[in-house]
């Protein structure tokens, strides 16, 4: 058998994403929003330790594969920190940035089935 499909192996990916924020530590309520997904995959209610009060909804694009793990972070004698993600649709990218909730890029390894956050929340324009 060949492996997953890209559209299988992405929703692998927000899946997982969406199976880890909904344990501990975080206990995040999770929305799946493949049906009309236009830039985010999950709807987050990000909640507090005691599990009470939904505090805030956030949105979660999940990028899942090989391909985005090809620009890693090295730091300072510790290895890789991180990795820099590139996102070259501009149309999707000034979508997130102009959402009505903040969005959560997470990059998916499934090979590792592990998660990262990018490098940093920051927004760097390069073009």
Not at 12 to 33: C, H, M, Q, T, Y
Request: include cysteine.
């Amino acid at each position: 058998m060949t492996g997953p499909t890209p559209q299988q192996l992405g929703n692998i990916g927000v899946s997982a994403v969406g199976l880890k924020l909904e344990r501990p530590p975080f206990w995040w309520g999770i929305a799946d929003n493949a049906r009309d997904d236009r830039g985010i995959d999950l709807l987050a209610k990000a909640r507090d330790s005691s599990l009470g009060v939904e505090e805030f909804h956030i949105g979660v694009q999940v990028k899942t594969g090989e391909s985005y793990f090809g620009r890693p972070k090295r730091g300072e004698g510790r290895g890789i920190v991180g990795w820099w993600y590139l996102e070259r649709n501009k149309k999707r990218f000034n979508f997130w940035l102009g959402c009505d909730v903040p969005v959560l890029l997470v990059l998916h390894n499934e090979d590792l089935d592990r998660h990262f956050p990018p490098l940093t929340g920051q927004v760097v324009k390069t073009g």
